[in-house]
């Protein structure tokens, strides 16, 4: 399984965990404050999931890598759809 979800604290800069928390209280996210404390590992060996199998990683969006290889003009930022995605996902042990 994989999923696509809002990066865990651990590995943010200040900056961006307090801008997180900013989207918590002042953009309509109400989850996503506690999303970034979630124990991926915990969650997915609960679910059935091989916790030494469990991956987290940073990928770059579609629109930052359609970026790269146009100009370099400004075109958003994170509000025009760049930025990274944070996905972890895990394989099910074997039965």
Avoid at 19 to 30: I, V
Wanted: hydrophobic letters at 35%; zero cysteines.
């Amino acid at each position: 399984m994989v999923h696509a979800e809002t990066p865990p604290y651990k590995n943010l800069e200040p900056f961006d965990a307090f801008m997180l928390d900013w989207d918590t209280r002042n953009n309509n996210e109400p989850f996503w404050g506690r999303s970034h404390d979630i124990d991926y590992v915990e969650l997915s060996r609960n679910a059935g999931f091989d916790g030494e199998k469990v991956f987290e990683v940073m990928a770059p969006s579609a629109y930052q890598i359609a970026q790269a290889r146009r100009s370099k003009v400004f075109q958003g930022g994170d509000f025009g759809g760049g930025g990274l995605w944070f996905l972890y996902g895990a394989e099910k042990q074997d039965v």
